[in-house]
């Protein structure tokens, strides 16, 4: 057994995101696969609303890493990436990967640019619906209608309280290896702001072309995977 992955998933996913393509690929090439439904998520498609802090997912994430006898690589993606920065603080882990990850400085630019460019998410923001806006505007997670097909109705309801605390920024360092990953196409966070994050921690950059913001479900996420098997295999 190489070593244990651990996978944290993003707003309104569960995880199940993980099950299908990412965790067959990486047991196959010899590692421990467990992938963290955070506290709500555990039911996909579900509607029922939850209210959970951040620093709960946060706590969520030091509690599955405690039961673990080593040091795992811990994969986090959009929100996940962002709970993973702020576990770093704090916590260790062997290496870890940004995937679509919440930038360092913040969500409070991707959440406009969403804002500007669909007007119609309004409505759902402020009765603190976060799963109507992906339900609505599913090509904001999926580069091709027939994925977004498939798994949009997996979705589940997210915590407002916890969507609200990703626009806060961090400040602290993080001196495990990392690599962030993003896609070309997404359409939540942009290139320059993968780029950002990189920089702002001295990590490896890997841009997916064509990539969305789900890169682990896309049609062609063995860009992706591997990727991280190169990088992995690397360091």
């Not at 994925?147 to 993080?174: D, G, N, Q, R, W």
């Not at 789900?214 to 995977?225: G, P, S």
Request: proline share 6%.
């Amino acid at each position: 057994m190489k070593g244990t992955i651990l996978f944290v998933h993003g707003v309104c996913h569960s995880a199940w995101c993980w099950e299908e393509k990412f965790i067959p690929y990486f047991q196959e090439l010899g590692y421990q696969c467990i992938a963290l439904n955070l506290p709500g998520h555990e039911t996909p498609g579900s509607t029922h609303r939850i209210s959970y802090s951040l620093n709960d997912y946060i706590q969520a994430l030091h509690q599955a890493v405690e039961k673990l006898d080593q040091p795992p690589i811990i994969i986090g993606h959009s929100m996940g990436g962002m709970i993973l920065q702020r576990f770093l603080k704090k916590g260790h882990c062997k290496k870890a990967i940004l995937l679509s990850s919440v930038p360092p400085s913040g969500a409070l630019m991707a959440s406009l640019r969403v804002i500007i460019r669909n007007l119609g998410t309004l409505p759902y923001l402020f009765t603190g619906n976060l799963l109507g806006v992906f339900r609505k505007y599913p090509q904001l997670m999926f580069n091709e209608a027939k994925i977004a097909e498939k798994y949009t109705p997996k979705m589940c309801a997210e915590s407002f309280p916890a969507f609200l605390a990703l626009v806060l920024p961090i400040f602290h360092k993080i001196t495990t290896p990392l690599l962030v990953i993003g896609g070309s196409k997404d359409q939540l966070i942009t290139v320059d702001e993968f780029a950002q994050t990189a920089n702002r921690y001295g990590a490896t950059l890997e841009i997916i072309e064509g990539g969305s913001h789900d890169l682990m479900l896309d049609e062609d996420y063995l860009q992706t995977t591997g990727a991280i098997k190169n990088w992995l295999e690397e360091k």
